[in-house]
T-cell receptor
Framework: AQSVTQLDSHVSVSEGTPVLLRCNYS??????LFWYVQHPNKGLQLLLK??????LVKGINGFEAEFKKSETSFHLTKPSAHMSDAAEYFC????????????FGSGTRLSIRP | NAGVMQNPRHLVRRRGQEARLRCSPM?????VYWYRQLPEEGLKFMVY????????ESGMPKERFSAEFPKEGPSILRIQQVVRGDSAAYFC?????????????FGNGTRLTVT
């Protein structure tokens, strides 16, 4: 069975410092992995996706994520946080077998301190 | 190019009433997904539809909930005889093809409050 675990429900960093949002997954297949961002009262927007090409994936707004099969991780990083990055972030795993197998993590709320 | 449109943005219903949530997918998209989001939780899959067909409804509660995606018009998520536990944000997403590795395009959601 597939699952995805976001290890931190809330992360707070100062503006200009690095961001690390952690995600671990389990999947019986070679999964596709995604990060989505949700700003308050908005829908989810795709940040980046991994689909078995390069293990280091670059996304929008300066975010990137590295797929590490040995650690079953897909952590999201950004070198320097901006105030506009404050939002909820969701890690998502899909095994390409069915719609119901697109599994969302419980989310990490990112706060940015001035 | 309009994105996924959901309406209403906010919906208040009293217990026992019906709630109808609408979703118009992106232009050219014929696949629609409905998700429910409870506070402090991720999105939970409810149902996946293509035009005139329900493909996967394994996440739908067995009673009171139904969904459709007619040949013409938006997809509708219908909740009959609402209860307080139905209060949540309901998100619709669409995709152009049946490819679960493709990103989903989300609407801004409908926030249902049951009083």
């Amino acid at each position: 069975a597939q699952s995805v675990t976001q290890l931190d429900s809330h992360v707070s960093v100062s503006e200009g410092t690095p961001v690390l949002l952690r995600c671990n997954y389990s999947s019986s297949y070679s999964p596709s992995l995604f990060w989505y961002v949700q700003h308050p009262n908005k829908g989810l927007q795709l940040l980046l996706k991994y689909t078995s090409a390069a293990t280091l994936v670059k996304g929008i707004n300066g975010f990137e994520a590295e797929f590490k099969k040995s650690e079953t991780s897909f952590h999201l990083t950004k070198p320097s946080a901006h105030m506009s990055d404050a939002a909820e972030y969701f890690c998502v795993v899909s095994d390409d077998s069915s719609a119901s197998k697109i599994i969302f993590g419980s989310g990490t709320r990112l706060s940015i301190r001035p | 190019n309009a994105g996924v449109m959901q309406n209403p943005r906010h919906l208040v219903r009293r217990r026992g009433q019906e709630a109808r949530l609408r979703c118009s997918p992106m232009k050219g998209h014929s696949h629609v997904y409905w998700y429910r989001q409870l506070p402090e939780e991720g999105l939970k899959f409810m149902v996946y539809l293509q035009k005139e067909n329900i493909i996967d409804e394994s996440g739908m509660p067995k009673e009171r909930f139904s969904a459709e995606f007619p040949k013409e018009g938006p997809s509708i998520l219908r909740i009959q005889q609402v209860v307080r536990g139905d209060s949540a944000a309901y998100f619709c997403a669409s995709s152009r093809v049946e490819d679960y590795n493709s990103p989903l395009h989300f609407g801004n959601g409908t926030r249902l409050t049951v009083t």
